[in-house]
């Protein structure tokens, strides 16, 4: 994947060809290797020295500093029997002590708030890529609908189910809220007056607010909210942004406004917004978990075993999905396949149309697997995701479709921890693949580990979630041609090779 410079408000830049160059003007902590973290703990106080009455108090330094008692005699054995009329004092209660670890024990820090607003036509990888990628750097994310129901339609034809209506968010306050763009989507969100004061408000305290793609030129121009502020936004609205204040960056920060170009810019628009709310140390580590040094990288796809995909009809593909799926892989491959005019699928393999993803974006297949299997497909891709890869490998209908599609010589693939899938079934026999590096050393990935795609034949894999564009371009370059899968890649805004 491309990367593109994190832009300061003092000035603007344009696109480099040189990748790595920008990801370094991003910031120092998304370096495309990545170093290890370092983190230091808290010295602990000095032990307590135990104080001198108590050290006496001890019976055995009592007994040896003690003088030399005669022994008593029977009368005063007597009188120590009888019963005192004295009453002994009671003891005195003994003193609260702060441990150590008591003492350094921090507050406790609330949550980042963030919200983001979602409504009909909104792009779904940017949407998804923004809750995926800040749920795992620990911000509390509310994703709310500025529809009349909860559940919408994407712009890529994604159903996407919010966590509530905005209206339950008017009188909260966010450290971010993140406009996604897409198209009706972002006119929808312009149209809400709840969501206008809410991100009034939230200019107004000098709080954190950005938009990506179509948002900033259609949603945020018309409330008033880019004045004096530098903006970039998708280049199909850039003739709509004032033209001095205009930047033809892909990432760009003007005081508390973060605005970004599109889908493929999505990722490097949630970590600068990653950094900003926790900090370059956490947006390093989030980048190291999002496998972004990879796609930072000068790997290519690899392809063995050259064979002709090309269909004579409009190519039907399967994505499978289940509770715990990764959500950022299901949601790019479906909406950048659909993209180029490929007849996508999504099937649930649960008993419910609707699965709970990774980091817990709802979203709606459109069939049951039972249903799905009375088709044949082209393609069978499967997104990754440990927990939801077990739960595709346990379901019966997917694993017959699997072995069909292999036995009549169809294209099916993987991705992240899916490639375990295709393996535990046999159909990667004398396969070389990739898969992400939790699994890829029982799967005899030698030799692919840089590899972005690797394709032998008509199986295809990839390592995870940095490099699904790249997959999903692949399969498009493969069923299309190289045309094909380019002019996809520049409505993404994605840096993709002219050959």
């Not at 980042?112 to 779904?124: C, D, N, R």
């Not at 905005?166 to 809220?177: A, F, G, K, N």
């Not at 346990?394 to 992240?416: D, F, H, M, T, W």
Request: charged residues 20%; neutral net charge; proline residues 7%.
């Amino acid at each position: 994947m491309g990367y593109f410079p994190l832009q300061s408000a003092g000035g603007c830049s344009f696109p480099q060809s040189s990748s790595s160059a920008a990801m370094e003007s991003l910031s120092p902590s998304l370096l495309p290797l990545y170093p290890s973290l370092k983190f230091t703990s808290l010295r602990r106080p000095s032990s307590i020295s135990t104080s001198a009455p108590a050290l006496l108090s001890s019976p055995t330094l009592a007994s040896a500093t003690s003088p030399r008692r005669k022994a008593p005699t029977q009368a005063s054995r007597e009188r120590s029997a009888r019963p005192s009329r004295r009453q002994t004092p009671s003891p005195p209660p003994p003193p609260i002590v702060l441990t150590a670890d008591a003492a350094e024990a921090p507050p406790p820090v609330a949550a980042k708030k963030v919200l983001i607003p979602i409504g009909y036509g909104t792009e779904e990888m940017e949407a998804v890529v923004l809750i995926d990628v800040l749920r795992r750097a620990g911000a509390s994310v509310t994703v709310a609908s500025v529809e009349p129901q909860l559940q919408i339609e994407a712009s890529g034809g994604v159903k996407l189910v919010a966590d509530v209506s905005i209206s339950e968010c008017c009188d909260e306050v966010y450290d971010l809220v993140a406009l996604p763009g897409g198209m009706p989507g972002s006119a929808r969100l312009r149209d809400c007056e709840i969501l206008r004061k809410i991100m009034s408000k939230q200019a107004e305290g000098q709080r954190l607010y950005g938009a990506i793609c179509a948002a900033p030129a259609v949603t945020l121009l018309p409330w008033g909210l880019l004045k004096r502020k530098q903006t970039t936004c998708h280049p199909a609205f850039f003739d709509k942004l004032p033209t001095f204040w205009a930047v033809k960056s892909n990432i760009q920060v003007s005081g508390e406004l973060t605005t970004s170009r599109g889908p493929g810019t999505s990722f490097l628009f949630a970590l600068s917004l990653v950094e900003q709310l926790f900090g370059e140390s956490v947006a390093a580590e989030v980048g190291q978990s999002l496998l972004m040094h990879e796609a930072n990288d000068h790997s290519k796809n690899i392809e063995f075993n050259k064979a002709e995909w090309v269909v004579d009809h409009t190519p039907r593909v399967l994505i499978p999905i289940a509770n715990g799926c990764e959500d950022i892989e299901m949601v790019t491959i479906v909406d950048i396949l659909r993209r180029a005019k490929v007849d996508v699928v999504v099937a649930s393999v649960e008993r419910n149309l609707q699965i709970l993803a990774s980091q817990g974006t709802k979203i709606v297949a459109d069939k049951l697997i039972g249903e799905a299997a009375e088709t044949s497909y082209d393609l069978i891709i499967l997104p990754g995701e440990t927990a939801g890869s077990d739960r595709l490998h346990k379901s019966r209908i997917l694993k017959n479709l699997l072995e069909e599609q292999n036995l009549a010589g169809r294209v099916y693939g993987a991705i992240c921890s899916s490639p375990a899938i295709l393996h535990r079934q046999g159909l990667l026999k004398d396969k070389r693949v990739t898969a992400h590096p939790s699994v890829a050393n029982n799967l005899a990935c030698e030799g692919m580990d840089g590899a972005k795609v690797v394709i032998d034949g008509k199986v295809i894999t990839s390592s995870g979630l940095a490099s699904v564009t790249d997959f999903a371009l692949a399969i498009i370059s493969k069923l299309f041609g190289h045309g094909r899968a380019r002019s996809v890649a520049e409505g993404l805004v994605f840096e993709y090779p002219r050959s």
